[in-house]
């Protein structure tokens, strides 16, 4: 089973989420969104796909934010996960995908292998950005068989 931990300040991140996670359905693939993730709900899956925006001056959504911080302080061994990581954003920003770059760099401090490089959807683009992830999500999926 694939967790998808979703960051979603405003809705999108979490619209592009529940587009992949239908996706990975039709393909086969077990997947479950988390919308407030919390890492003891998380035990049963070795795979993560993190979706998040970047909020404010790149911070991390508020329901995914207390999953971060427990992350810090709590400093589990992941090394027994692999994840990827889709971040939107606005690239008019100096701080531009900055949260899924933060996520993506504690998840390996704590062990955690990355699947492949982040998925970054600047949201000034004319492509939408569920189109742009469904587009990236085969060499995801690649990447787990």
């Known amino acids: 089973m694939i967790k998808i931990l ?17 996706t990975m359905a039709l393909g086969g693939f077990e997947a479950q969104l988390q919308l ?14 993190v979706i998040t925006s970047t909020y404010g001056a790149g911070d991390l ?4 934010q207390p999953f971060a911080d427990r992350l810090a302080q709590d400093r589990p061994d992941l090394t027994t996960i692999s994840f990827a990581v889709i971040t939107l954003g606005d690239s008019s920003y100096d701080t531009f995908c900055q949260a899924g770059r933060t996520m993506s760099a504690l998840l390996q401090q704590l062990g955690a292998r990355l699947l492949l490089p ?13 189109d742009q992830a469904l587009i990236w999500l085969p060499e995801y999926l690649a990447k787990l068989s």
């Open 6 to 22: 979703v960051g979603s300040q405003m809705g999108a991140a979490e619209y592009v989420a529940e587009q992949v996670a239908e």
């Open 36 to 49: 407030t993730p919390e890492l003891d709900q998380l035990n049963d899956s070795n795979s993560w796909l």
């Open 61 to 64: 959504p508020d329901n995914i």
């Open 118 to 130: 982040a998925l970054e959807i600047d949201v000034q683009m004319p492509e939408l950005p569920e």
